[in-house]
């Protein structure tokens, strides 16, 4: 009888860690989604700026995030972009550099902004000119608007950041992180 009891009270136990790890898990995951769309929206705002131009309004909604600036340029429009990728690849080498034991608990925060940069870089090379709604990013709409270079060579420009951040450093640097220590 105190068997039964011991063995249900192991299982309500393991449970409820394991709701406390996924709601954990999934706060942790939110705050990585709204922090990344603060700092593509915060790029866009900083070229704004040292453009000369003004920011009329920010909406960080994570569907719709936009900022509107007095000065619509081709730097302006990619800056969310190339800020959401500098600052993964500054993270990837100092986790890399320091080594990934110091950085368990980030470690997820990782992956998840590393899938967060390769979606974008695949709908930047999905999308030109392409008229469904989830599809239609206006940053890269905008751009060509303002670049003398063809959709074409913007896709393949696209595939190719796409495939080298992926194949030459995702998963190489996942696969040597993850491999090293087991305890996740």
Partial sequence: MQTARKNRMKVANKILKDAIVGIIFGVGATLVLFSYTGTHEAGHCVACWLQGGSVTAVNLAVASAAVNCTTNTAIFNAAGTFVSVAVWVVGTAIFT????????????????WSILVL?????????????????????????????????????????????????????PVALTSFRRSPNL
């Fill in 97 to 112: 550099i320091n080594g990934w034991s110091a950085f368990r608990a980030l470690r997820w925060a990782w992956m998840e």
């Fill in 119 to 171: 979606a974008e870089s695949a709908i930047w090379a999905a999308a030109p000119g392409h008229h469904s709604a989830w599809l239609n990013n206006i940053d890269e709409n905008w751009f060509l608007l303002h670049v003398a270079i063809t959709r074409r060579l913007l896709i393949a420009g696209c595939w190719t950041l796409f495939a080298t951040l992926l194949i030459g450093v995702w998963i």
